[in-house]
């Protein structure tokens, strides 16, 4: 492998671990972790939405949902209200909490994607975007083509900590 080549996935792998750091930076006092966003914004446009929903739609399993449901709970941020017909289903709702964390999250992916942008011009950006999208079906081929970073990191297994990366933006 050539120097550019190993320089390129330097900085790649460089980008997204600066990305995490300042998304957690951002958010440490509220508890929440990047990869709980995803779960807050999906509740916040499904209210009522069930744990299995949250699954399907995040590309992830029912367990690791779960997880992080409860903890979301904990914090305070989730509640579960039981179906009236179907004892054995939950809806989920964000509390209050919940949706001033998810305005946070939003404020904030979008402060480190400005700093991160920041004395780009727009075609430049356009350029960055392509040939990133390029880099990433490279590498997705079939098999990882059009999944979430939850679940590419639930296939690596390894859990997503707090990465800001998810595709849906919040």
Request: glycine share 8%; net charge neutral.
């Amino acid at each position: 492998m050539e120097q550019k080549q190993i320089d390129v996935l330097r900085h790649v792998n460089r980008i997204s671990l600066l990305h995490r750091l300042r998304v957690q930076q951002l958010l440490a006092d509220t508890g929440v972790w990047g990869s709980q966003i995803p779960i807050l914004l999906h509740v916040e446009r499904n209210p009522g939405c069930t744990q299995t929903g949250i699954a399907e739609h995040l590309g992830v399993s029912s367990p690791s949902i779960a997880t992080s449901i409860k903890r979301l709970q904990r914090a305070g941020m989730l509640e579960k209200r039981a179906d009236e017909t179907d004892m054995r289903c939950n809806h989920i709702e964000l509390t209050e909490r919940g949706r001033s964390i998810v305005a946070r999250g939003r404020a904030c992916y979008d402060q480190v994607v400005e700093r991160m942008l920041r004395g780009f011009t727009g075609s430049e950006v356009d350029a960055l975007a392509g040939l990133l999208a390029r880099l990433e079906e490279n590498l997705a081929g079939d098999e990882y083509r059009g999944r979430t970073v939850l679940s590419l990191a639930e296939a690596a297994g390894r859990p997503a900590k707090s990465d800001g990366e998810e595709r849906e933006h919040p």
